[in-house]
């Protein structure tokens, strides 16, 4: 959160808007209005001792930004501050997310697998250039 560092999400959010960009942690395509998960991230990391700094960055973030876009916090605000209250890299964010989302896949998967039949089986025919040969020995 660069809005710790600054102080302010005033020029943070102004600088991310100047240049055309959205501004992270910020919207959701499937969530246009309050994304679930990160209003129920952001009540646990209320509980989370040393939070209360970035949980105030991401507030300043929101509230700033409302002034101009009408988005809500998504997940990856809540992560930034899970990662950032945690002490952790600022990439770590990205690993939290996909190793949360794995558990979700493995059940999906062992799902399909008792599904008869299997529904997921991909098929495909190559209709591309044919590969060059493999040289002689």
Known sequence: LDVLDQ???APVVADELRAG??????GHRLYPGEDPRARALFAL?????????ALAAAQD????TARHTPLHAN????LAVLTVSSGMSASAGET???VARTAGWIAHTLEEYEER???MRPSGHYVGARP???LPE
């Open 7 to 9: 102080g302010t999400a």
């Open 21 to 26: 960009r959205r501004v992270p942690g910020l």
């Open 61 to 64: 973030i929101v509230t700033t």
């Open 117 to 119: 039949p299997l529904r």
């Open 75 to 78: 997940v990856d605000l809540a």
């Open 96 to 98: 939290v997310f996909a």
């Open 132 to 134: 060059p040969q493999p």
């Open 45 to 53: 990391l209320e509980e989370v001792p040393g939070a209360a700094p």
